[in-house]
């Protein structure tokens, strides 16, 4: 019997090369299942706006509160393309002196089977003063101010908010608002009180005051409308967000509630207090508070899901790398089979956390999946060492997916820096594999 020295065939000379790309294919293909998930993120996201709609639609909304306003018609003439000329109102616009704004609100959870968000019942006492003088009539140059037929409105986002019968003291005089504005320039919705100023009484400082409850959802918001606007707010709420184009001038936030307070000048803002039917916008110029629940398990679990792609390779790699170095062949199936564990870890994030919250969520699938896979890697490696080592590794690798989703404004970074460590380990731990050597090494055959 004669040794003959056979070279390894193709299949053997470039098999490292060839699982290579049947892995690099796994983790391609997987990449089906997890745009599923996001798209199941993105229809239960979806679902809870629309029971939150529900919940606002019957409580009320997010409230902006705008005025009080005073608005003057007059009569302009235009002509059209035709040559006929026609008469056409329009209002000057007189916003107040000062207004002062005391609110109180009380925040609450309302929740409809898994789903809950932010609702609120407010008090508030309004009160300022408007300087009307005569001398704006020359801003509609010869057309007439008819102060007779002036409006005081207030803008208000979601009318059904309203909890009782709103009425002001104007200059001394009660009188009750009704609902609608006859002048939509500055707001989409509100109430109104026809105010009759007569030109021979149109020079002169009236003061206001009023009182409002209303209920409102998620957020409440304020307009500067005031050459001087002042505003104090407290709340039941222990996790509000200051947003807005303004911040308090002085906040204070404890687990009991919050208080703050702003003071906005005419100079803050780029409109003035007097102004034509659209001229300005008050646009952009809101402020007030979001009442924030502390997670939106929806958002953060969208994230880990675009996290997913890079964990599965990341695990593949780590395992093909152990299969090279200690000659444990691992067959595709079982790369599927982790592969697939690794996918179910999402499903079972969402559907718990809707449950018991994120970072529960979080844990309890990391904790399930890494001991599903280590367990299925010591029967499929027969080794303790190893399987010590891949359990070590899927665990830093969800904690490290963990810490990312939680450091939103260094996710970038942290996330760049753990990858740059994760490659270098690779490049360290596989710097003396002989690539050209595995499975090619000459064999002998009687």
């Known amino acids: 019997m004669e040794n003959q020295k056979h070279s390894p065939g193709f299949m053997e000379r470039y098999s490292a090369l060839i699982k290579m790309t049947v892995i690099g294919i796994l983790v391609l293909l997987f990449m089906i299942p997890t745009s599923m998930i996001e798209g199941l993120i993105r229809e ?35 002509r059209d393309n035709d040559g006929t000329v026609r008469s056409v109102k329009e209002y000057l616009h007189l916003l107040p002196e000062q207004i002062n704004v005391s609110g109180n609100i009380r925040a609450e959870k309302r929740k409809r089977k898994i789903y809950q968000m932010a609702v609120y019942k407010g008090n508030f006492d309004i009160s300022g003063n408007f300087k009307v003088d005569k001398s704006v009539e020359s801003m509609v140059g010869k057309s007439t101010l008819n102060w007779n037929e002036t409006s005081l409105w207030i803008g208000l986002t979601d009318l059904k908010g309203i909890k009782e019968h709103l009425s002001i003291n104007w200059g001394g005089r009660d009188m009750a608002f009704q609902p609608g504005l006859t ?54 709420w222990s996790d509000p967000s200051f947003t807005g184009a303004f911040l308090p001038d002085n906040r204070l936030v404890k687990d009991s509630g919050f208080s703050a307070d702003w003071k906005i000048l005419h100079h803050n803002r780029n409109f003035p207090q007097v102004f034509k039917s659209g001229e300005q916008s008050l646009v ?77 969520a979080y844990m309890i699938g990391s904790v399930s999946i890494v001991s599903l896979v280590t367990y299925y890697t ?47 380990a690779m490049m360290v731990f596989s710097r003396k594999i002989d690539w050209y050597g595995i499975n090619g090494n000459e064999r002998s055959e009687s």
Not at 208 to 219: C, R
Not at 289 to 307: A, F, G, I, M, W
Request: glycine share 8%; aromatic share 14%; hydrophobic share 45%.
């Open 284 to 360: 952009d110029y809101d402020f007030g508070v979001n009442l924030v629940l502390p997670v939106d398990h929806y958002q953060k679990s969208t994230r880990s899901v675009k996290y997913a792609v890079m964990f599965i390779a990341l695990t593949f790699l780590v395992f093909f790398f152990t299969e090279v170095i200690n000659k444990k062949p691992i067959h595709p199936i079982q790369y599927i089979l982790i592969g697939l564990a690794l996918v179910v870890f999402y499903t079972l994030l969402i559907s718990l956390a809707e449950q018991v919250g994120f970072n529960w």
């Open 183 to 236: 002048c939509k320039d500055l707001a989409g919705s509100g109430v109104s009180v026809p105010v009759n100023l007569t030109s021979d009484s149109a020079s002169r400082m009236i003061s206001f005051s009023m009182k409002m409850k209303l209920n409102g959802s998620e957020s409440l918001y304020f307009y500067p409308v005031g050459e001087e606007t002042n505003v104090k707010l407290k709340g039941v």
């Open 44 to 78: 239960r996201g979806n679902r809870q706006d629309e029971v939150m709609r529900e919940i606002s639609n019957s409580w009320g909304g997010q409230q902006s509160i705008t005025g009080p306003v005073l608005s003057v018609p007059y009569y302009t003439s235009v």
């Open 378 to 424: 010591h029967a499929v490696l027969q080794s303790g060492r190893l399987t010590a080592i891949m359990g070590s590794v899927l665990a830093v690798l969800y904690g490290f997916i963990f810490t990312i989703i939680q450091l939103e404004d260094y996710a970038l970074l942290f996330g760049s820096i753990g990858l740059f460590v994760f490659i270098a």
